[in-house]
Structure formats: structure tokens, C-alpha cells
């Protein structure tokens, strides 16, 4: 087992309920697209903290808390769901070269299905369950500070990394879907570590920030895909447009897997000592250098903000490696 210090549990705690309130004060005028995309983000990251510190938490405070971010998220969903197809339904209009006027009877309902979702959002009820979870999650005792959070971190990249292997064993849409989950938790829990070490953790979380965006991706493509079957468009354009979507799923489906393979490179037992001292920083407030090595390996090209773009092939082997 790997010491990372005293307070660690109490401190990502802290972060978490300060996630929660960003959602909630994010729902708190109209909910509209813009809103509805920073709470369920902002949920997500309070989600990836309280599984850092599930091993800590009493098992039903842990279950309490997590179904009511999770629910209050699937509320939000739906919302973001129908937005995004639209748009979707018209970029691959484009791309089979079909006319927008073409499109205009989906194009519609999926607009109709966004404002009746988005109207359906009840945002005092949906903050006063995040006002809950958040004072049951400061409400519950936290033990085990001196391994939880990179036992947690360590559980997190191993679930994503064995979600991946069973996509690639069987590339269905629902598993891929699955392993995209994981892989949002890890990231998160990545951008968590940046201020500990920021050149390395930037450059890592920004490839599962592309991985995640990639299988999101995919998703929609087979939301949109499902409710072709159901449009009101003529046959012929339905099965246009379905080919259409089957040929970008499967160029984001190799695309994921390309990514997966370099972000779950490292085994998960070869990765819990690095996972301790990088967590270990973190909760010391420091700020760790590479080795100029493995810095300029997993960095390069990296001197400016987040937003610039990522190296093309960042590992976790490599993270294992800047880390020791």
C-alpha cells in the first residue's frame, strides 16, 4: 500500500462539493443549451472526485451521492441529446450530400424533442438534490486517507483500461459507449492532478479529453443512427443517411481504439507507485518537475496553455515513467 498523506480524502471532498455547487449555480436562472452543458460537465467532475474517494466513504453514503448526481445528469441529457443530433443531422446531411430542405422534417422534430426536453427541466428540484448529496457527502465520515486516492486512482484507470479491452474484443456500440464512461472518469481525474504536475498531467488528460470527445462522438452517431428508423424522411434519404453515419462510426470507432491503445499502455499494478507520489504532491500543494528526459519526451512542443495542442502520442508507460 502507498502513503499519500493525511487530509487527502478530506480535500478531494472538498472539491467535489465545490463541483456540485458550480452544477447547481449553473441551473440556477433558465436553463438553457449553455447551462444545461456546464452542469452535467461540472456533475461529471464531482462523479470522477467521489469515486477517488469511494474507498473511503461509507458504502451507502457513497451509493446516495452518486445516484443523485448521476440522475440529476440523466435529467440533463436528454436535453443535450436532442440538441446535438440536430446539428449532427445536418452536418451529415452534408457530408451524403443530401439538401437541407431535404432534412427539414427531422431537422424539426428533433427541435420540437430539444424544447419539450429542455422545458422538462425542473431546476429547483434539481438543485435542491444536489443540495442534498452535497451535504451528505460533507455529512459522512472519510477513513483510510493514507491510500485512498491513488487506490482510487488506480481503480479508475483500471476499469477504463479493462473496458477498453472488452470493446476491442467486441466493438459494439454499447460497449464502447461503456468504456467511454471510464475514460471521462479518468480524465477528470487527471485534470485533478494537473497543479501537482502540470506539464506531464495537461499533456495526459488532454488525450483522454480527445479519447472521450472521440467516443462521444460515436455515440451520438449511433443515437442518430437509431432514430433514423422512425424518421419522417423518405427511404431512400434514411438509408443515405444511415450510410453515412455507419462510415464515420467506424472511422471514430478505429480512431478510439488508436488513442485507447497509447492511454492504457501501462499495466494498473506497475502504475500504483507513480499514482502515489503524483497524488502525494497533489496533496501537498507542490509543484513536481520531470526529469528533463521524460518531460521533454511527454511534453514537447508543450510550453504554452492547455488549449494548445497535445502531443500525438502520450502513454501512461510514459507517465510511469516521468513520474519516477
Known amino acids: 500500500m502507498h502513503e499519500v498523506g493525511a487530509g487527502a480524502g478530506r480535500k478531494a471532498r472538498r472539491l467535489c462539493a465545490a463541483r456540485i455547487d458550480a452544477a447547481a449555480s449553473a441551473l440556477g436562472g433558465r436553463p438553457d443549451d449553455a447551462a444545461v452543458h456546464l452542469a452535467r460537465r461540472e456533475l461529471k467532475r464531482a462523479r470522477a472526485l467521489l469515486r477517488l474517494v469511494r474507498l473511503g466513504l461509507p458504502r451507502d453514503a457513497f451509493a446516495a451521492v452518486n445516484a443523485a ?5 440523466r435529467t440533463l441529457g436528454a436535453a443535450r441529446d436532442a440538441a446535438v443530433l440536430r446539428e449532427l443531422a445536418r452536418e451529415m446531411a452534408a457530408a451524403a450530400g443530401i439538401a437541407p430542405a431535404a432534412l427539414r422534417p427531422l431537422v424539426a422534430r428533433l427541435d420540437r424533442e430539444r424544447r419539450t426536453r429542455r422545458a422538462g427541466i425542473d431546476a429547483r428540484q434539481a438543485r435542491a438534490a444536489l443540495a442534498t448529496a452535497r451535504a451528505r457527502l460533507l455529512g459522512a465520515r472519510i477513513e483510510g486517507d493514507g491510500t485512498m486516492l491513488a487506490d482510487g486512482f488506480v481503480r479508475v484507470y483500471r476499469r477504463g483500461r479493462r473496458a477498453y479491452a472488452a470493446a476491442r474484443e467486441l466493438p459494439r ?6 468504456w467511454r464512461r471510464h475514460v471521462k472518469h479518468y480524465w477528470h481525474a487527471l485534470e485533478t492532478l494537473e497543479p501537482a504536475w502540470p506539464r506531464l498531467m495537461t499533456a495526459l488528460a488532454a488525450e483522454a479529453h480527445r479519447l472521450a470527445d472521440v467516443l462521444g462522438a460515436h455515440h451520438d452517431c449511433t443515437l442518430l443512427a437509431a432514430r433514423l428508423h422512425s424518421a419522417p424522411l423518405p427511404p431512400l434519404l434514411r438509408r443515405r443517411l444511415a450510410a453515412a453515419l455507419a462510415k464515420r462510426r467506424g472511422a471514430l470507432r478505429a480512431r478510439a481504439f488508436a488513442i485507447g491503445e497509447r492511454l ?5 499494478r506497475r502504475l500504483a507507485p507513480r499514482a502515489a507520489q503524483w497524488w502525494q504532491h497533489w496533496v501537498d500543494g507542490a509543484r513536481a518537475e520531470l526529469p528533463a528526459a521524460a518531460g521533454a519526451r511527454v511534453a514537447a512542443g508543450r510550453g504554452r496553455p492547455r488549449r494548445a495542442a497535445a502531443p500525438r502520442r502520450v502513454s501512461s508507460a510514459a507517465a510511469a515513467r516521468g513520474g519516477s
Open 69 to 73: 448526481l448521476r440522475d440529476v445528469g
Open 173 to 178: 456500440a454499447a460497449r464502447l459507449h461503456a
Open 264 to 268: 492504457y499502455e501501462e499495466r494498473p
